[in-house]
C-alpha cells in the first residue's frame, strides 16, 4: 500500500511511519520539515494551500492526516488562533487535494482527540451515547477552547466533499508510547524523580490507548470499510488519576510518589508554559465502535501496558 501521512514528523507520525514503512508499504510523510532524515520520504508541504504535495494522495490507498500544532502550551490569544487554524486549515487541504485527485484515497483517516466529550466522573462516553463537552457546570469556562478545536476539525472533515473517500474521524485518547519526548516518557520522568503521585483529587478519568493497540486500530480503520465516522481510539479501560499513577510506580519499581494539589498544578503547569486541562479534565472514554467490530486489544488494561512500556522504555 501506499500511505500517505500529512503532518506526520511527530511522535505519533513516526509512529506510524515506522511501522507501515517496517512492513514494506510506501510511506510518504508530507511535513514543514521536508529534509528531515528518515527511511521513507518526506515532502514539503505548508498544511494551508494547494501545492506540488497534492499529487501525493493522487494514487494512494489511504491518507492519515495528523497535522495540527501541538496543544501543550499556554491557551493564550496567539497560540489558541494557531491551535485551531493549524487543524482547519490543514483538514481543508487534504480534503481539496482528495477532491481534485484521479484515483483518490479509499479511506481517509484524520485525527481528532477523545477531549471533545464532556468532563465527567459518571458513564463513560462512547461514540453513541457520549456526550460533546462545553456546557459542563463543574469545568473552567478556559476548558470549553479545546471543544471548539475538536468541533471545528470534525466540521471541517465532515464538510470535505470526497465522496469516493470513506472518512473516520479518530477520536483519540492520550497514546502511550516509550520513545523519548512522548507523554509516557514525560509520567514516567515524574515517577523516576519521585514525583508520580496522585494529581489533584485524583478522582478524574485517564482515557489512554497502549501504543501497539494505536497501530492495530489504525490498521483495523483502513481495511474495515463498514467504519466510517467518528471512532474512539482509546483503551476500553479507563480508570481514575490515582489508579493510574500507582500502577505505573508499581510497574517501574518506585516505592512513593509525591502528590500535586490543584493549585500546586495551576503553578506547575504555567511555570511550564502548558495548562492544568491536560492533567485535570476527567476523560472517561470507551471505544464502542471498535469493539462491536471485533477489534481484539493486546493491552485492554493499564497494569500490563504500564509494565511493557516501562521494560521497553529501558531497553530490556
Known amino acids: ?27 510518504v510523510v ?29 494514487g494512494a490507498d489511504a491518507a492519515i492526516n495528523l497535522a495540527g500544532r501541538s496543544v501543550n502550551c499556554r491557551y493564550n490569544a496567539a497560540n489558541r488562533h494557531a491551535m485551531l487554524a493549524s487543524r482547519v486549515e490543514s483538514t481543508r487541504v487534504v480534503g481539496q487535494a482528495i477532491a481534485a485527485a484521479q484515483r483518490p484515497p479509499r479511506v481517509w483517516l484524520q485525527a481528532s482527540t477523545a477531549t471533545i466529550y464532556a468532563h465527567t466522573f459518571g458513564e463513560a462516553n462512547d461514540e453513541f451515547r457520549g456526550v460533546i463537552g462545553g456546557t459542563e457546570p463543574d469545568a473552567p469556562r478556559r476548558w470549553r477552547f479545546s471543544i471548539e478545536i475538536a468541533s471545528a476539525w470534525e466540521r471541517a472533515l465532515d464538510e470535505a466533499a470526497t465522496p469516493q473517500t470513506r472518512r ?8 502511550l508510547s516509550p520513545d523519548r519526548g512522548g507523554i509516557f516518557d514525560v509520567l514516567l520522568g515524574l515517577v523516576r524523580c519521585g514525583l508520580g503521585g496522585t494529581c489533584g483529587n485524583g478522582r478524574q478519568y485517564v482515557s489512554w490507548i497502549h501504543d501497539v493497540d494505536f497501530i492495530a486500530a489504525v490498521e483495523w480503520l483502513i481495511a474495515h470499510d463498514e467504519l466510517a465516522g467518528a471512532v474512539n481510539l482509546s483503551s476500553p479501560h479507563p480508570l481514575p488519576n ?7 510506580r508499581a510497574a517501574w519499581g518506585a516505592r ?3 502528590p500535586a494539589t490543584r493549585w500546586m498544578l495551576e ?5 511550564m508554559r502548558t495548562e492544568s486541562e491536560l492533567v485535570l479534565k476527567s476523560r472517561r472514554v470507551v471505544p464502542r465502535r471498535l469493539l ?25
Open 242 to 248: 490515582a489508579e493510574f499513577m500507582r500502577l505505573l
Open 292 to 316: 462491536d467490530s471485533g477489534f481484539e486489544f493486546r493491552f485492554p488494561d493499564w497494569d500490563a501496558a504500564a509494565r511493557d512500556l516501562c521494560r521497553r522504555w529501558g531497553g530490556v
Open 256 to 258: 512513593i510518589g509525591l
Open 168 to 175: 473516520v474521524a479518530m477520536r483519540s485518547a492520550l497514546t
Open 267 to 271: 503553578v506547575g503547569t504555567w511555570l
Open 1 to 27: 500500500m501506499k500511505i500517505v501521512i500529512p503532518g506526520g514528523s511527530g511522535q505519533i507520525g513516526t509512529l506510524l511511519a515506522r511501522h507501515f514503512h517496517g512492513r514494506g508499504d510506501e510511506v
Open 30 to 58: 508530507l511535513s514543514r520539515s521536508a529534509g528531515a532524515d528518515s527511511p521513507w520520504r518526506n515532502v514539503a508541504w505548508d498544511a494551508a494551500t494547494l501545492g506540488a504535495w497534492a499529487v501525493e494522495l493522487d
